[in-house]
Antibody, heavy 118, light 112 residues
Framework: QVQLVASGGGVVQPGRSLRLSCAASGFTFSSYGMHWVRQAPGKGLEWVAVIPYDGSITFYSDSVKGRFTISRDNSKDTLYLQMDSLGVEDTGVYYC???????????WGQGTLVTVSS | DIVMTQSPLSLSVTPGQPASISCRSTRSLLHSNRKTYLQWYLQKAGQPPRLLIYDVSERFSGVPERFSGSGSGTDFTLKISRVEAEDVGVYYCLQTLHLPFTFGPGTKVTIK
């Protein structure tokens, strides 16, 4: 079955960096676009970034553009999110999600918690 | 950016009764391919969201028939024909036509 396992979250000081990973299994990872979506504590969902199946292009929300980098390694069936210059506003649970052929997010990882605090 | 709004933001429903949630977008979500890129997700406490409805009205695999979606252009509705206790959580609409993709603020559904 399709599984997405996010990892790499933790507590980090403002201004520091963190890299999240999302290990995929149960499907042909290299055939699907992938997304990161985040959720601040007690808040709603916010789309963060997308990368197509081949990693040829990337798009970001304005709130993370220039600071976050989405990437993928299809040989390892893994999605990444490199987060630099972290601020307290980046605190939250980060979910990876698969984009289906009909442009919806059909499978989600369980999320990994990022806490930015001094 | 497309802004998504939902109403109501909270809803308390008696089991067995219907429920309806509205979602509106600031731009049409109709693509030139005649598909409309509007989905509904349910997030239960402590869990990731899960897909309920895509393309306005298509139920995702395993989603009970009591869930239905309708609408067009900029106005959409999610209906639950007879609410069950397991339907509690926060419902989000999402548009995936234009980047950045945007979610509605969420509608919290509770049971009376």
């Amino acid at each position: 079955q399709v599984q997405l396992v996010a990892s790499g979250g933790g507590v980090v000081q403002p201004g520091r960096s963190l890299r999240l990973s999302c290990a995929a299994s149960g499907f042909t990872f290299s055939s699907y676009g992938m997304h990161w979506v985040r959720q601040a504590p007690g808040k709603g969902l916010e789309w963060v970034a997308v990368i197509p199946y081949d990693g040829s292009i990337t798009f970001y929300s304005d709130s993370v553009k220039g600071r976050f980098t989405i990437s993928r390694d299809n040989s390892k069936d893994t999605l990444y999110l490199q987060m630099d210059s972290l601020g307290v506003e980046d605190t939250g649970v980060y979910y990876c999600a698969r984009q289906s052929t009909t442009a919806n997010f059909d499978y989600w990882g369980q999320g990994t918690l990022v806490t930015v605090s001094s | 950016d497309i802004v998504m709004t939902q109403s109501p933001l909270s809803l308390s429903v008696t089991p067995g009764q219907p429920a309806s949630i509205s979602c509106r977008s600031t731009r049409s979500l109709l693509h030139s391919n005649r598909k409309t890129y509007l989905q509904w997700y349910l997030q239960k406490a402590g869990q990731p969201p899960r897909l309920l409805i895509y393309d306005v009205s298509e139920r995702f695999s395993g989603v009970p028939e009591r869930f239905s979606g309708s609408g067009s252009g900029t106005d959409f509705t999610l209906k639950i024909s007879r609410v069950e206790a397991e339907d509690v959580g926060v419902y989000y609409c999402l548009q995936t036509l234009h980047l950045p993709f945007t979610f509605g603020p969420g509608t919290k559904v509770t049971i009376k």
